[in-house]
């Protein structure tokens, strides 16, 4: 199983950017799909998180700005990401739990990718 992410890139403050995650391989079952980012000298946090049945959470700094979706079909997961600040400069890394075709439950993470948001 591996995942994907794309989308990052460089922007300006207030503008939009979405990021996207494909997960791929034997896959049975996704349950839950994140996007986390790790800033600088900053521990991984989580940003957002959305369940097989599409119940969402998001960390108070980026509530009413981000918005995380999934696509069951796709195995995907997207990250609509607006009015964004300097702050949100970071590597954003998606993740999945998963279930294998072989039975197993776990924990994986995408590569990372660079959002750069300049004033």
């Known amino acids: 199983v591996q995942l994907q992410a794309s989308g990052g890139g460089l922007v300006h403050a207030g503008e939009s950017l979405r990021l996207s995650c494909a997960a791929s391989g034997s896959i049975f079952r996704i349950n839950v799909m994140g996007w986390y980012r790790q800033a600088p000298g900053k521990q991984r946090e989580l940003v957002a998180s959305?369940?097989?049945?599409?119940?969402?959470i998001y960390a108070d700094s980026v509530k009413g700005r981000f918005t995380i979706s999934r696509s069951s079909a796709k195995n995907s997961a997207y990250l609509q990401m607006s009015s964004l600040k300097t702050e949100d400069t970071a590597v954003y890394y998606c993740?999945?739990?998963?279930?294998?075709?072989?039975?197993?439950?776990?924990?994986?993470w995408g590569q990372g990718t660079l959002v750069t948001v300049s004033s």
């Open positions: 959305i369940t097989s049945g599409g119940s969402t």
């Open positions: 993740n999945g739990q998963i279930w294998s075709l072989t039975g197993d439950y776990a924990n994986y």
